[in-house]
């Protein structure tokens, strides 16, 4: 009977550690709190030229799914989205010229939940952009 | 409750029995009838309204009139290339119905740009081509404020310049559908996905028309 309750006390401890293990490999949950803020914020003020997935408009507007881009670019993407930005830039290995518009608009807190929203469901990236990191990007911009 | 009941089962029945003949499209305006003598009789003849002849310059510097437009329908839209609004919404559903349509020369696509000051022919051409649009089905032009804003009015979409809204005009975001008459057979949301989804559909009605 004893033996019992060890094999049930340790079916429970495999589960649970089974089942918190699979929500580290998702999002943790401050990032995805970012990402859902950052989704209502996306709608307003990003998808009419990027798109409800992300995926651009022709040569007009580049797709949002470009990771690479991301990660070489992390320091910059809140300036780009604070002030605008204009000059070629190569998205998977296309080019596009096109002038963004700035939004001033929005905060830096905002600008941290849009990032991470866009960074988190566009491409598969799990990282938040903290209020902070976007704070001290904003200080550096060109 | 019966009233309720009754009221459902006559939509039911009028719905039902409306299924087999074939749907056609409403001409949408105020049409206005006006008495004619035909063979010595005065018979009453209805007018509808329909889109004046016009002739302004596409993407390629060539004048582009209502002719080339003759024995097709189209959908026209008004946008201008730098509208941080509604527009890149509205003509990236205008570009699924252009899609879908390719090269079926029953039908074209006219974008009329309502800044005239910045939207010259070579920044049409150039928005066209990064848009994917590469043949003549689609037509971007562009012309003098008052031809533009006069012919906006007959197509039924509000245009105005107007420094205080975001890239400074503000205009309606329909698609409007034209039958071989000229006529407005349709106007829908160019920002809704489910009215473009209801554009595409009435197309295939309205081409039935001309088979």
Redesign the interface.
């Known amino acids: 009977m004893r033996l019992f309750h060890i094999f049930i006390i340790l079916g429970i401890t495999i589960f649970s550690l089974a089942y918190l293990a699979s929500c580290h490999s998702n999002l943790n949950i401050e990032t995805a709190q970012y990402a859902v803020n950052g989704q209502k914020l996306y709608t307003t003020n990003c998808q009419n030229c990027h798109g409800a997935k992300g995926e651009g408009l022709g040569k007009l507007y580049p797709p949002l799914t470009d990771a690479a881009f991301f990660k070489d670019n992390r320091a910059k993407l809140s300036c780009m989205v604070k002030n605008g930005m204009q000059g070629e830039i190569i998205i998977h290995g296309q080019v596009f010229n096109e002038k963004m518009p700035a939004n001033p608009q929005l905060s830096e807190l905002d600008i941290a939940y849009i990032l991470t929203y866009i960074t988190t469901n566009f491409t598969q990236s799990d990282s938040i952009y903290s209020h902070q990191e976007v704070k001290e990007a904003l200080k550096n911009c060109n | 409750m019966i009233r309720t009941f009754f009221c459902t089962a006559a939509c039911a029945l009028t719905f039902v029995a409306c299924q087999p003949t074939a749907k056609k499209l409403p001409i949408i305006g105020e049409r206005e009838v006006v008495q004619k003598e035909i063979e010595g009789k005065m018979v009453a003849d209805t007018i509808y309204p329909t889109i004046p002849k016009f002739e302004f310059l596409n993407q390629d510097s060539v004048m582009l009139s209502d002719k080339f437009f003759d024995n097709k329908i189209y959908v026209a839209n008004f946008f201008f290339t730098?509208c941080?609004?509604?527009?890149?919404?509205m003509?990236?559903n205008l570009?699924k119905a252009y899609e879908k349509y390719k090269n079926d020369n029953r039908i074209a696509f006219l974008s009329h740009s309502i800044d005239f000051k910045y939207d010259q022919p070579h920044v049409l051409k150039s928005?066209a081509?990064?848009?994917?649009v590469d043949n003549e089905q689609w037509q971007f032009v562009t012309g003098t404020k008052a031809a533009i804003y006069g012919l906006s009015d007959k197509y039924l979409v509000y245009t105005k310049e107007d420094a205080s809204v975001?890239g400074g005009y503000d205009h309606s975001g329909y698609l409007v559908l034209i039958d071989h008459d000229k006529r407005i057979r349709g106007a829908y949301d160019g920002t809704n996905s489910e009215e473009v989804e209801k554009l595409l559909a009435d197309i295939d009605i309205l081409l039935q028309e001309y088979k």
Do not use: F
Request: proline share 19%; hydrophobic share 20%.
């Open positions: 730098h941080p609004s509604i527009c890149p919404t003509q990236r570009l928005y081509s990064k848009l994917g975001p």
